[in-house]
């Protein structure tokens, strides 16, 4: 039975990160209300060995931008984001979503077979693409972006699950 892998990707990851620049542009509007750098975000983690909120963006859109790619037999892109700002964090977002709304359905549906070979730790992995999404990419993905929220809520931003949940198609 086929799966149909572009439901399971793109329209999630863009509705995810979609959500996760609303929730920045809450901390850039927070910010400026308490009077502070919104620049300081950036660093903030959960905790000390937990890579910083800007890095928890930028491996989420990678997470999103390279399984496709992957998943499509395409090259990976290795575009990082730098991020010095709040804003660069969301023009990076918006570059992954313009690079996730490149794929069609036709792209990526009847993929789950595909043997995916990718580095994890310096060594290469090689996996089907259905384990490779189901269990490796999709819990990546919602753990970094659920993570950036976190931080962002436990530094003061005022942040519910709608906005991490961002625009669900019927509700």
């Not at 975000?41 to 496709?68: K, T, W, Y």
């Amino acid at each position: 039975m086929s799966i149909a892998m572009h439901e399971l990707t793109q329209p999630p990851f863009a509705q995810t990160l979609a959500a996760l620049s609303g929730v920045l542009a809450k901390a850039e509007a927070h910010a400026a209300l308490k009077k502070f750098d919104a620049g300081v975000l950036l660093g903030a983690r959960l905790a000390p060995d937990m890579f910083p909120l800007s890095r928890q963006v930028e491996i989420a859109c990678d997470l999103a931008a390279s399984s496709l790619a992957r998943l499509t037999g395409v090259e990976v892109p290795s575009w990082r984001a730098e991020a010095k700002t709040i804003a660069d964090l969301r023009a990076h977002i918006a570059k992954t979503l313009d690079y996730l709304g490149a794929f069609k359905p036709g792209d990526i549906d009847g993929t789950e077979a595909r043997e995916i070979t990718l580095s994890l730790a310096g060594k290469p992995v090689t996996m089907a693409a259905k384990p490779y999404l189901f269990q490796f990419v999709l819990p990546n993905f919602y753990f970094h972006a659920a993570i950036a929220y976190a931080i962002l809520r436990h530094n003061g931003v005022d942040l519910g699950k709608r906005d991490f949940l961002g625009e669900v198609p019927g509700l």
